[in-house]
């Protein structure tokens, strides 16, 4: 995936399927802008602060492996694994914002030995 595009690029024994390269005009910026969107419809108007969506999504966004089952983890959202909070800059003491780590809480609830499964 690049800004303003991705590439299929498949393979077969090996080799590469050049008849079979496919270009689809999507790429992290069209991401960033619908975070923008999402979250400027949700809570604050963040369609200015592209720098800052841009760090966040690289932050916080991923590909699920298993989509299905991250969706029914994820269902009761107060207690998710992948639930973050974050600390928007305030332009005094937070000039860059961040992802607050997990509560301990939360951390417990889904991994028993103590370790939480993102470090």
């Not at 790429?27 to 602060?49: F, I, Q, W």
């Not at 969506?53 to 983890?73: N, T």
């Not at 609830?109 to 370790?115: E, L, T």
Request: hydrophobic residues 40%.
């Amino acid at each position: 995936a690049g800004f303003s595009a991705c590439y299929a690029v498949p393979f077969y024994d090996g080799q590469l399927l050049t008849a079979a390269v496919r270009r689809l005009n999507l790429g992290g910026k069209a991401l960033t802008n619908l975070l923008k969107e999402t979250v400027s419809y949700r809570s604050l108007n963040m369609t200015d602060e592209g720098l800052l969506m841009e760090r966040l999504k690289d932050q916080l966004c991923w590909v699920s492996q298993h989509a299905i089952s991250d969706l029914h983890i994820s269902q009761p959202a107060a207690r998710s694994p992948h639930r973050r909070d974050v600390a928007l800059p305030d332009g005094v003491h937070n000039l860059r914002g961040y992802v607050k780590p997990p509560t301990p809480d939360v951390q417990a609830a889904f991994n028993p030995g103590g370790k939480f499964a993102g470090e």
